[in-house]
């Protein structure tokens, strides 16, 4: 009867899955993400990467920092100039939804930045004469973005955002949206 009863529960115990505790508090995560910068016509001189680390906290709420990496050109005659940005980023996401497994999750964050911003290389004069009048410089300001996660294994997650960022200290666009994808990593 004892045999019985263990192939038994070996067979129901095996026929059903078993899923991982997901969002659980203190849990850290690492993420990257890359990303085209919207609002602008060249995409792949339009670009950001991000590396980031998130710890969980209460309600599949998390903490982020992160560090990231811009680049945006600017049309000029027939000239492209480049301006680099290097942000280092801090903020909290809230859960806006999610489904029962936390399988799935819409987020809100917002975050505050800091960074360098350098224009077309340091270079102030153009080949044909011309002199730019935007300086290198310190920017800093707020982020908001909205991220779409879902998980795609026990330590895996696929991430999509869309992002905007308002910077003060620059001297281009104050306001810059951008979208990407990414993967975060739990452990």
Known sequence: ??????????????????????????????EATVGVILGQTLVHHNFYLQAGMTINTKNGNYQFYAAEYSRRTHEFEIYLIPVETMLA????????????????????????VAGYEI???????????????????????????????????????????????????TSAEQFRPSAGVGLRYIF
């Open 119 to 169: 224009i077309n290389n340091s270079n102030n004069l153009l080949p044909n004469g011309a002199v730019i009048q935007a300086k290198d410089g310190l920017v800093y300001g707020v982020g908001g973005q909205l991220s779409f996660e879902t998980y795609l294994g026990d330590h895996l997650v696929l991430l999509a955002h869309a992002r905007v960022k308002a910077l003060w200290g």
């Open 89 to 112: 980023e801090g903020g909290y996401s809230l859960a806006l939804f999610s489904d029962l497994g936390k399988n799935i999750s819409l987020n809100l964050g917002i975050s505050g």
């Open 1 to 30: 009867m004892n045999r019985f009863i263990m192939i038994a529960m070996l067979l129901l115990l095996s026929s059903t899955a078993i899923y991982a505790q997901r969002l659980i508090t203190g849990q850290k995560g690492f």
